[in-house]
């Protein structure tokens, strides 16, 4: 047995976590890791989320990453109002990068 699964079966024993074990095979906790479990969970992410929730700060990487290893995650632009004012007194609009995940149906 390796050292990483021997201490991540001993912190898990302890209740504390190290990663996820899945089939004799530790699992980390990293940007990729855990944008996958966002995307699963939400569907949808997008910069500011990566950075408030996840605390990552090159989501784009991340889904670049993601993509090489073969899942359908798509780019779509999203409005969002910033903290400026135009001239007639109105929020103004950016358009950022929201990242979907596509769910493949058998």
Do not use: P
Request: charge should be positive; include cysteine.
């Amino acid at each position: 047995m390796g050292k990483m699964k021997e201490k991540a079966i001993k912190l898990r024993n302890e209740g504390k976590a190290l990663g996820k074990v899945v089939q004799s095979k530790i699992v980390r906790n990293t940007h990729k890791t855990r944008v996958l479990e966002y995307l699963k969970r939400y569907g949808s992410i997008t910069s500011l989320e990566a950075i408030r929730d996840l605390g990552n700060t090159r989501v784009s990487d991340t889904i670049f990453r993601l993509r090489n290893e073969g899942y359908d995650i798509v780019t779509e632009d999203c409005q969002v109002k910033t903290r400026w004012l135009d001239s007639n007194g109105k929020r103004k609009v950016s358009i950022i990068a929201k990242y979907v995940l596509k769910i493949k149906e058998d």
